[in-house]
């Protein structure tokens, strides 16, 4: 079955520190992944997006990783900021551009 | 802004109402989508056109019906929903079903 696994759930953590939000996929065939920030009452908007010879991609001070041998993507944050509250999501494209497999988000707070 | 517009941002209705909701881009993207989103789960793919053709009806039920009059335009219209089709309903568009999709704000829609 393809599917999406985000871990945790829910992160709080204290601004300035660095947080990694985890992605574990069953998706086949493969065709690239992606990481969305999804503000509240916003819809998603683009972070990283990486194709199966990608291990590593930055933006900013968005950091995502993927090891497609174990089918496991990671976003690292780096001396996160108030405005890094959000949901993070990770998507896996199948093939077909449009045929997204969406993770349910992590829920990331961070307090001052 | 993403220059993809939603309207209305809230919508309340009863069951037996016929309301549409309206998404425009001011990208020139020829491919636009429709999106569900429900609490703590995956997005959900509804509809997808490309140059003005529906390519894609993920199981929707025909309470839900799209419309798309040109390339910069989609309507959902909705009539006898349920309260389980309260969600958040994201419109998305996209150069020729690319990569990356750009998202509305979305609308919220409460069905009492």
């Known amino acids: 079955k393809n599917q999406v696994e985000q871990s945790p759930q829910s992160l709080i953590i204290l601004e300035g520190k660095n947080c990694t939000l985890q992605c574990n996929y069953t998706v086949s065939p493969f065709s690239n992944l992606r990481w969305y920030k999804q503000d509240t009452g916003r819809g998603p908007v683009s972070l990283t997006i990486m194709t199966f010879s990608e291990n590593t991609k930055s933006n900013g001070r968005y950091t995502a990783t993927l090891d497609a041998d174990t089918k496991q993507s990671s976003l690292h944050i780096t001396a996160s900021q108030l405005s890094d509250s959000a949901s993070y999501i990770c998507v896996v494209s199948r093939g077909s551009n449009y045929q997204l497999i ?9 307090k001052p | 802004e993403t220059g993809v517009t939603q309207t209305p941002r809230h919508l309340v209705m009863g069951m037996t ?43 929707v ?41 750009f998202f509305g704000p979305g609308t919220r829609l409460t069905v009492l």
Not at chain 2, 42 to 51: A, D, K, N, Q, T
Not at chain 2, 61 to 66: D, E, G, L, T
Not at chain 2, 77 to 89: F, G, I, N, V
Request: proline residues 5%; glycine residues 4%; hydrophobic residues 35%.
């Open chain 1, 102 to 110: 969406w993770g349910a988000g992590t829920k990331l707070i961070i």
């Open chain 2, 17 to 59: 109402n016929k309301k549409s909701l309206k998404c425009e881009q001011h990208l020139g993207h020829n491919a636009m989508y429709w999106y569900k989103q429900s609490a703590k789960k995956p997005l959900e793919l509804m509809f997808v056109y490309s140059l003005e053709e529906r390519v894609e009806n993920n199981s």
């Open chain 2, 61 to 101: 039920p025909s309470r839900f019906s799209p419309e798309c009059p040109n390339s910069s335009h989609l309507f959902l219209h909705l009539h006898t929903l349920q309260p389980e089709d309260s969600a958040l309903y994201l419109c998305a568009s996209s150069q020729e079903l690319a990569v990356i999709q």
